[in-house]
């Protein structure tokens, strides 16, 4: 296993700049998802480490070896696509050793390793069909599998599951963390999914027009993002946003909304009388109130969805749209109007020019 590093990494087209000096440590064994919206340069940044794209400037290493100028097949990396890109006219069998095939290894050998890996991803079975019996699921573990009998340093997936309708993309999921949990090999995952991010990986790195946002743990990215765009990224249902301005009232922190009502906002912010800010919560942050109250907001119910599991209310505030989930089941009906009370320590705030974090949650 190795870890990767990445050191002041560039891609230029011309005068177009796709990665912009992004450097990034990858420990040994983890499991590093790479996410952002369509064309933040997150594909791109895997296959400059797998060497699939040349890189215009900066350094690459694996396993504390420089690789920038080296050749992908000497990397010892494996890579598994969206598109699975199998061999039709091959078995199951010979898609997953073709590889080692290729590298001479013996042909006891190369029957073992792959036999291994099939009892692994639960292919036994199917070893002797073509790919085009094979279900997307299956077809995705046949690719997964390709990669494993080499034993590489490093797995680099390139959105594996995009192909995969909903269930199977959520069976193939949890098959992807047992096999990192078991084999514990070093593995960098390319998604736009946040979702898919926040229950796979280890380590999540958040890209925006070629450069890191945030790195961090799921949950640190949760619950201390670093701005505006981490925080409205992450989470599902997004992360509720109300523009306002600061009310400083014997050093009382105070948001003031368009209609002019006050929300109460956590004690130490450095923050200025008058200045313009976002005030954002997680919706599960919030209570529901049937009366005024000083730190609640006046809402009116525009709509309600009822998952089963959980309960969602969207509502109209005097600062905007405003969505809430609660796991009971509340007695309310669209058009009601009600009081939303935001739990204090779920607050964060942010600087409306700069986009960044001015607080952090209250102990």
Not at 130 to 143: F, I
Not at 199 to 213: C, K, N, W
Not at 245 to 265: F, M, P, T
Request: glycine share 8%; proline share 4%; net charge neutral.
């Amino acid at each position: 296993m190795g870890s990767v590093v990445l050191n002041n990494v560039r891609k230029s087209y011309g005068d177009v700049h796709v990665i912009k000096n992004v450097s990034l440590t990858i420990p040994d064994g983890e499991f590093c998802v790479l996410v952002g919206p369509s064309g933040c340069g997150k594909s791109t940044l895997l296959r400059m480490i797998a060497g699939l794209e040349e890189i215009s400037g900066g350094e690459v290493h694996i396993n504390e070896r420089n690789v920038t100028e080296v050749e992908p097949k000497l990397r010892d990396i494996a890579m598994v696509f969206q598109s699975y890109a199998l061999y039709p006219q091959m078995t199951v069998r010979e898609n997953m050793g073709f590889a080692l095939k290729m590298a001479r290894l013996a042909k006891t050998e190369i029957n073992r390793k792959v036999e291994d890996a099939a009892e692994l991803l639960n292919l036994t079975p199917l070893l002797e069909r073509l790919p085009k019996d094979l279900s997307g699921g299956q077809r995705q573990r046949v690719a997964m599998g390709r990669a494993i009998v080499r034993k590489p340093q490093v797995f680099l997936f390139d959105e594996p599951l995009s192909n995969l309708d909903a269930k199977l993309r959520t069976q193939v999921r949890g098959e992807i963390r047992d096999l990192h949990r078991r084999l514990k090999t070093t593995s960098v995952y390319v998604t736009h999914d946040q979702i898919e991010a926040m229950t796979m990986g280890q380590m999540i790195v958040v890209l925006r027009e070629g450069q890191i946002e945030q790195a961090g743990t799921p949950l640190e990215l949760y619950d201390q993002p670093a701005n505006l765009f981490v925080a409205g990224f992450i989470g599902s249902p997004e992360i509720n946003q109300l523009n306002g301005e600061i009310v400083l009232d014997n050093q009382r922190a105070q948001l003031r909304l368009r209609d002019g009502s006050l929300l109460r906002l956590p004690a130490g912010l450095q923050v200025s009388h008058g200045q313009r800010v976002v005030y954002a919560i997680r919706p599960e942050q919030v209570n529901v109130v049937n009366a005024p109250q000083e730190d609640a907001l006046a809402a009116v119910i525009t709509a309600i969805e009822n998952t089963g599991s959980d309960m969602q209310l969207f509502c109209d505030t005097g600062g905007g749209a405003f969505t809430s989930v609660f796991k009971q089941r509340l007695a309310v009906k669209e058009g009601e109007k009600v009081w939303l009370q935001p739990k204090l320590n779920g607050i964060h705030v942010f600087d409306a020019d700069s986009g960044k974090r001015i607080s952090g949650r209250e102990a």
